[in-house]
């Protein structure tokens, strides 16, 4: 079913509608705007996030002449948050966004992800490619062998982090979740609104080729060290409208940060699901990659991150702007000018 519930207005640009879509699996809460008989555009939000993060893009596509929409993932915004963490494997919520499409009338889409989304993009173009026209992901490369610690250790810049001191590069704060889960959730729920305006911050070019905060959350006995809690912090209102963080904190009320964060726990699943891809998860769709070049998580300049995705992708185009991980809040206008040269590019 679907049901509209109270529009989201920012005073500039389409409204955003609100809807709910229910299976006898799962509901599924979604932003959208656009005329729906219009190509369609889905916009995937990652960790910690929910679909509100894309309203820039949501306008600008929608001004396009796109029918725009962006769910929020299960465990996440007004969507279902089942309680076993085995309910946040890829394969999950790929099948959440096929059912999502196909009562969206199923017409092949462009699947725009962000960090995790991207991640549910890329496995689901894999293993139903006639779902997409193209793929946007940005600021995490796709792994075809799966998204998991096992695919992406082996690809660490071990010239910015050796071996010996950084078994897990900056990946040890994924590792922190395997094998502290309980600690990691306590001390992002310490302080929701604090937690969440400490992780969205901007990049900056002084963390080009220096350790990550995130290689060292083990050492420091958490994420925010021996306080377990996240010290005072102001959003930035660059990044996220003050009305759109509001309703981020209370997404996260909702839920806490349990279910979001049971997506790192299923590696051995996911990787089990990569594999079940046809032709070794290639992906013959045109694909655009947009790099943060200040992102020390996943930046792919300089290092092999983005090595199987140039392989899986045999048309893959590559652009990389000046920002951080969060380069869809940060560099709004730039990321919705490299899609839009892409589709044109592309004649999409």
């Not at 555009?41 to 929608?62: E, V």
């Not at 929409?69 to 099948?95: C, H, K, M, Q």
């Not at 059912?99 to 293993?127: F, K, Q, S, T, Y």
Request: hydrophobic share 40%; glycine share 8%.
């Amino acid at each position: 079913m679907t049901d509209p519930l109270q529009p989201i207005s920012s005073g500039a640009g389409p409204t955003l509608h609100q809807r709910t879509f229910s299976s006898p699996r799962q509901t599924t809460h979604y932003i959208e705007c656009g005329q729906a008989d219009a190509p369609l555009m889905i916009f995937l939000h990652g960790w910690p996030s929910i679909s509100l993060m894309w309203r820039a893009q949501m306008d600008a596509f929608a001004a396009d002449g796109w029918h725009c929409v962006a769910p929020d993932l299960r465990g996440f915004g007004g969507s279902s948050a089942p309680a076993a963490n085995e309910a946040y494997t890829i394969e999950e919520v790929v099948v959440d966004m096929a059912e999502l499409h196909d009562h969206l009338g199923g017409r092949p889409a462009i699947w725009v992800g962000h960090d995790w989304g991207c991640v549910v993009v890329g496995e689901l173009v894999a293993h139903q490619p006639k779902r997409s026209r193209g793929v946007v992901l940005t600021s995490l490369a796709y792994q075809p062998a799966g998204h998991a610690l096992h695919t992406v250790v082996p690809l660490v810049d071990r010239t910015i982090y050796p071996a010996d001191q950084y078994p897990d590069g900056q990946w040890d704060y994924y590792r922190y979740y395997t094998t502290h889960f309980e600690a990691a959730v306590a001390d992002l729920e310490a302080d929701l609104a604090a937690s969440l305006a400490s992780i969205f911050r901007p990049g900056s070019a002084a963390g080009i080729d220096k350790v990550s905060p995130n290689a060292m959350v083990t050492r420091n006995g958490g994420r925010f060290g021996a306080a377990h809690r996240a010290p005072p912090t102001e959003p930035d209102p660059a990044l996220w409208p003050p009305a759109d963080f509001d309703a981020l904190v209370q997404a996260f009320k909702t839920h806490g940060f349990r279910p979001s964060c049971a997506w790192y726990l299923n590696d051995d699943a996911n990787i089990a699901y990569a594999r079940k891809a046809p032709n070794g998860g290639r992906i013959a769709q045109p694909v655009l990659f947009v790099n943060g070049d200040f992102d020390q998580i996943c930046t792919i300049i300089g290092n092999r991150q983005g090595d199987p995705m140039s392989a899986a992708c045999p048309d893959l185009t590559v652009t990389s702007i000046p920002a951080g991980h969060w380069l869809p809040l940060e560099r709004k206008a730039e990321h919705i000018e490299a899609i839009r040269t892409w589709l044109r590019n592309k004649k999409l």
